[in-house]
T-cell receptor, first 114, second 116 residues
């Protein structure tokens, strides 16, 4: 049962344009959401997060939007740069208990063309 | 500030063998989580260690075990290796948050395990 889904395996955008990566989840107990970026042969790098009590969080070129009623979040990258080309993972943290384990989506490969 | 480090980088084992992977957490982080990432998939939670005790476990069999040491570094041990254990093994460290949850997790580069 895939609780966190990234339905687009890949996305290609032109440099300077907006990249929008999407993520859907099913479990209403998730209380914290994160986006990670991963280059080949490296571990995931933390990008940005959002608490379930907010609907938007912005950090430089990166903005994450959360729509709790739709159980949907998205990552916007503006403007996109060739160095942003990587695999992006959406992750959700389960709110109950104290483990805070992360449940990841399958990832979306972003290619930014010069 | 030193980031999360893992060793070895790559490892090749044969079916039935045992393997130990190591992780040094980021400075000031007392919680270590281990994930398995199969090709083309997102990372899957194996277990977490806090104050040298297992603090939550994912859907992995008992042949996956771990340790955390007083300096917060950690080991992942896998016994009786199977072909399907071939994957990237990621370690992530985090501080324990105010609400009791582990906070944002920071990942190491991973260990690529191949089982032949």
């Amino acid at each position: 049962d895939q609780q966190v889904k990234q339905n687009s395996p890949s996305l290609s955008v032109q440099e300077g344009r907006i990249s929008i990566l999407n993520c859907d989840y099913t479990n209403s107990m998730f209380d914290y959401f994160l986006w990670y970026k991963k280059y080949p042969a490296e571990g995931p790098t933390f990008l940005i997060s959002i608490s379930s009590i907010k609907d938007k969080n912005e950090d430089g070129r990166f903005t994450v939007f959360l729509n709790k009623s739709a159980k949907h979040l998205s990552l916007h990258i503006v403007p996109s740069q060739p160095g942003d080309s990587a695999v992006y993972f959406c992750a959700a943290r389960h709110g109950s208990g104290n483990t805070g384990k992360l449940i990841f989506g399958q990832g979306t490969t972003l290619q930014v063309k010069p | 500030e030193t980031g999360v480090t893992q060793s070895p980088t790559h490892l090749i084992k044969t079916r039935g063998q045992q393997v130990t992977l190591r992780c040094s957490s980021r400075s000031g982080h007392n919680t270590v989580s281990w994930y398995q990432q199969a090709l083309g998939q997102g990372p899957q939670f194996i277990f977490q260690y806090y104050r040298e005790e297992e603090n939550g476990r994912g859907n992995f069999p008992p042949r996956f075990s771990g340790l955390q040491f007083p300096n917060y570094s950690s080991e992942l041990n896998v016994n009786a290796l199977e072909l399907d254990d071939s994957a990237l093994y990621l370690c992530a460290s985090s501080p324990r948050g105010a609400g009791g949850h582990s906070d944002t997790q920071y990942f190491g580069p991973g260990t690529r395990l191949t089982v032949l």
